[in-house]
Structure formats: structure tokens, C-alpha cells
């Protein structure tokens, strides 16, 4: 039987492929694209999820990090260098891994969710914990590619953005055209750039007869592209977008430009709101940053701003496995304690109101 390949082989002729390139894949992509009636319900749209906690590493960036990782290889590198609120650590450590080469990630201490730290370790990354956040990271990590022998792969890296733009083509694909709206995420807005660049490249092919307005969230307590400024000290549960000054801000404002798109800010109880709504009413276990596009599209229905009968996209980035502590608490933050029962068939259908 014929599997997928990853997006390298499966979109060789829409990026900077050639027999030069080493693909080093662990097929990625090619995440299902899942129908949300209970979300269309609530807002009146037709809301689809892109599901990309699917990818191998359990996030988007496994997109992106297919392509840097292969034209690093190409040029020759022998190590890459990553500043991370996780994921992207994960996946430069799970992808350099296969490649053979090292993976240097730099994490702000004591802000990265566990499931992402143990991958990191996992994939023997050389993991560096810095006593500062995110924008400290990746100020330390482009200065270190700068003056030593490490390629740097955060999105600040075009293949990155190249390779991320693969998502735009799977759901045009799907739909047989582009959405009306797309809901997505936005930490340093390297992905916010790289669905619009997929949907404008599929415009101009033909695929497409539109390109979706672009909707993009970040947390109230760290977003610095709806108060137009940098955020020096962000704060967020969600702690993958915990980001004060985006690296794609320029490339940001273009694409919002370009198409007539939004940038919101949504607080934290509402973003977990939102990972309930999502687990207990679609059944797609997303972590907190991953909820925001859930969020989002909630509060633009609410305000009246997502048209009746619209196709809505939502991007739903990582795994909710990841960072599965915000699960066991409830709405009003106490711990959620499972039931105790002796092994006992009566006494379990006593719990469950069975009669
Ligand atoms: N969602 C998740 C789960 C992420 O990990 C990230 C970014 C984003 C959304 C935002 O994407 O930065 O392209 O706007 N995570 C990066 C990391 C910063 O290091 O893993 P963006």
C-alpha cells in the first residue's frame, strides 16, 4: 500500500526541492482536515479543523523543519541551532536526530511544557535552559549563528516558511477551493505568514479562486501585533505563544495587508475555555496555544463578524498530549479528581447511574 511521504516528495515541485536535497523526512503532513458541527452550530459557519498535533512530533513546525533541516544537510551543516517555547525544539531535535546531525535549543527556564522538554531530551538535543524568555532565546540564537558554525532553523529561517506553506495546499486540496476565513495562532507569526504565502500560491496556480481573510490570535497578556508595540515581560498559560516581539512582524502586517485579515488578543480562561469546547465537543485534544483559533473564531461569531454559511479554517497547531496538565483542572481551577471504586461491577454501575 502507498503511504504518505512527507511534504518534501508529496510537494517537491512547489518548493526548493532538487536531487542536491537530502529529504530527511519522518512523514509529516497530510493531516486530516476534520468537519466541526458542533462548532458550525455555535457560530452558523461551516468550521473545519486542521489538525496538525497529527505530525510526527505531535506540531506544525515538523513542516517547516522537514525543509530547513534537508537544505541544511544540503549545505553542509553539521549542527543546527533553534531558540524555542517547545515545539520547535522538539522537532529540530527529532529531525536533526534522523539526519544524524546535532540540534542546539535554547528554552526560556521553567516555561516549556513537559510533554515538549521530554522530546527534546528524548531526540538528545543539546537542551539549554536560559534564565530570560523566548525574544532572549532568539536574540542569543541568531547571534550564535551569526559568528559560529551552527544554521539557525527558527522561522526567522525562509525554508521554514517554505515548508510550513504545505498546510495551505492540503486544505485547498480538500475543499476544492480556499476558505472564507482562516483562524490561526500567532506567536512570532512565522505560520500566519506561511498560510498566506500557500493560499497566494495557490491563487495564482488556479486552485484557488479567492485567498481567505486571515485571522490571527494572541494571548491578551503577550500581543504586541493588536497593541502595535513590543511586549517586554508576556505573560500566558499558553505557554507556546508566550512571545512579547514576533520575528515575522513585518511579514505579519503584510499578510493581514494582503488579506484584509485581523489580529485579535484572547485571555487566558477564554483560550481554555475553548480547549474544553474543542476536547468535549469535537474530540481533538489540542494544547492551550492551539485553542486560540477555537477562541478566536468564538469571539468573532459572538461579535458578529463570521457570516452565516462561511467556511471557516481553523489550525489547531499541537498535540493536546503535550501539555495535558490544563486538562485535569476544571472551569474554576480546582484539580479534576477521577473517581475511586473497589473492583466491584455493582458498585461501578452504582457511579455510573446504571440500573
Ligand atoms: N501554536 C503552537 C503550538 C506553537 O508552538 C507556536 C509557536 C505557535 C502556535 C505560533 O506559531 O510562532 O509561527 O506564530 N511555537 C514556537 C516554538 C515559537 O518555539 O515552538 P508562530
Redesign the pocket.
Known sequence: AKQWRGVLHEYRDRLDVTDATPIVTLGEGGTPLIPAPALSARTGARVFVKY?GMNPTG???DRGMTMAISKAVEHGAKAVI??????????AAAYAAHAGITAAVL?PEGKIAMG?LSQAIAHNGELIQIQGN?DDCLDIARELAEHYPVHLV??VNNDRIEG?KTAAFEVVEVLEDAPDLHF???????????YTRGYSEELERGGATKLPRMF?FQAAGSAPLVSGSVVKHPETI?S??R?GN???WELALAAREKTDGYFGAIEDDQILEAQRILSREVGVF??P??A?SVAGLLERAEAGHVPAGSVCVLTV??HGL?DPQWALRTADGSDVTPTVVGADVSEVAGVLGLR
Open positions: 496538525e506540531s506544525f513546525k533553534c531558540a524555542s517555547t517547545g515545539n520547535t525544539s522538539a522537532s528554552v515538549k523566548f527558527n522561522s510550513q490561526i495562532p500567532v506567536g512570532n507569526a512565522g505560520n500566519y505568514t506561511a490571527g499558553a507556546a505563544i512571545i514576533p520575528a515575522s489540542v494544547e496555544a492551539s486560540i497547531t499541537g503535550k
